[in-house]
């Protein structure tokens, strides 16, 4: 049951993004839509898979690379629903929906076997960090998108206004993001003190949620402070998005260290 609970929602995926590829390459409105409910559908049925796996598990499901990379896909798509419903930014669909599929494709690669959590994980503190992060790279690729869709129509005749508008949906998911990302490192911290007696080891993922909080925090004084926004910013968004990947996945497969199980 578990297993047709996690593949259909990839499926379901996999065809929405082709449908709304094909919805909007041909200006089909109806297939668009139907793209969208089956976007819908494959979140609803992924966060059922999430509820019994944790049921199942006895715990939150976020404990190894399958269930974070399942729970960031998941984070995508209810930000991109957030954001879809809040903002009515339909175009945001056309690069999330794609990143929801890649992300949950990559969870479907990793082992899927339920094990019991290390004891480094048993805190109070393990749903607030691991959470935080999945909604705060969440935010980082939603930005990334709204940094792709500024690049390309800004070649194009459009209004000042969309460009604004994309532009201030980018800082805000960055702004989001960066808040989120602030609270993985400190509860990080505070929880590394008590499993290892110290608040900062420099470990591989230490050093790169660092770094990606850095940069993140260059864009938000560029912006707040320089007051710079349009294309500069655009490309900043765009080219952070694959540090948020690897300090999710390629440290964890290329450089080993504390946060391997992660």
Not at 15 to 23: E, N, S
Not at 65 to 91: D, N, P, S, Y
Request: charged share 10%; with cysteine.
């Amino acid at each position: 049951m578990l297993n047709i609970l996690f593949f259909t929602p990839l499926v379901l995926f996999f065809l929405a993004v082709i449908l709304g590829f094909f919805g909007i390459l041909f200006h089909k409105e109806q297939v668009s839509r139907l793209s969208w409910w089956l976007f819908l559908g494959g979140t609803a049925i992924l966060t059922a898979y999430l509820a019994a796996r944790g049921v199942v598990a006895g715990r939150i499901p976020l404990s190894n690379q399958f269930e974070f990379a399942t729970a960031f896909a998941w984070g995508i798509a209810v930000m991109l629903i957030a954001v879809q419903t809040r903002a009515k930014a339909e175009w945001i669909r056309v690069a999330a929906m794609p990143m929801t599929f890649l992300v949950l494709s990559y969870a479907a690669l990793q082992p899927r076997e339920i094990t019991e959590l290390m004891p480094a994980l048993k805190s109070a503190w393990f749903a607030l960090h691991i959470g935080s992060a999945v909604f705060s790279y969440a935010s980082f690729v939603l930005a990334g998108c709204a940094g792709v869709r500024y690049l390309l129509i800004s070649r194009k005749d459009h209004t000042a206004g969309q460009l604004v508008q994309i532009d201030y949906l980018s800082y805000r998911m960055v702004a989001l993001g960066f808040l989120l990302l602030t609270v993985v490192i400190l509860s990080g911290a505070i929880w590394a003190e008590q499993a290892w007696s110290a608040f900062w080891t420099w470990d591989p993922k230490e050093t790169w949620a660092l770094i990606t909080w850095i940069l993140y925090a260059i864009y938000l004084h560029l912006r707040l402070r320089k007051k710079l926004s349009g294309k500069v910013m655009a490309w900043m968004v765009v080219i952070y998005v694959p540090v948020v990947l690897f300090t999710f996945v390629g440290v964890n497969t290329l450089l080993p260290g504390l946060h391997s199980y992660g």
